[in-house]
């Protein structure tokens, strides 16, 4: 079982900076990626950005060159530094960690922290 606990989220006025954390605790092995995702009102959830274990990182068109996410790998801890933020960057950030198993792999998500960025 794998538990993820996020924080960091808040309102902030476009143009301004958050920074997001989320820790991860619990039977953590063979570990592949972790990742932020979010979710607008009436929309579906997005991909934001991934890490892998060794490294790569992914980032959604939409966030290149604002959003930089990083992971301590001795706390398990994954963080996505945002700045320049847009009100459409508004939403709820879902962190998620990914585990490889001989078969496939399991996604675990945390409750989501929300991120409200005003004009």
């Known amino acids: 079982q794998v538990q993820l606990v996020e924080s960091g989220g808040g309102l902030v006025q476009a143009g301004g900076s958050l920074r997001l954390s989320c820790a991860a605790s619990g039977s953590i092995f063979s570990l592949n990626a972790m990742g932020w995702y979010r979710q607008a009102p009436g929309k579906q959830r997005d991909l934001v950005a991934t890490?892998?274990?060794?490294?790569?990182?992914n980032y959604a068109d939409s966030v290149k060159g604002r959003f930089t996410i990083s992971m301590d790998n001795a706390k398990n801890t994954v963080y996505l530094q945002m700045n320049s933020l847009k009100p459409e960057d508004t939403g709820v950030y879902y962190c998620n960690l990914r585990l490889d198993y001989a078969l496939g792999y399991a996604d675990s998500w945390g409750q989501g922290t929300q991120v409200t960025v005003s004009s």
């Open positions: 890490i892998s274990s060794g490294g790569y990182r």
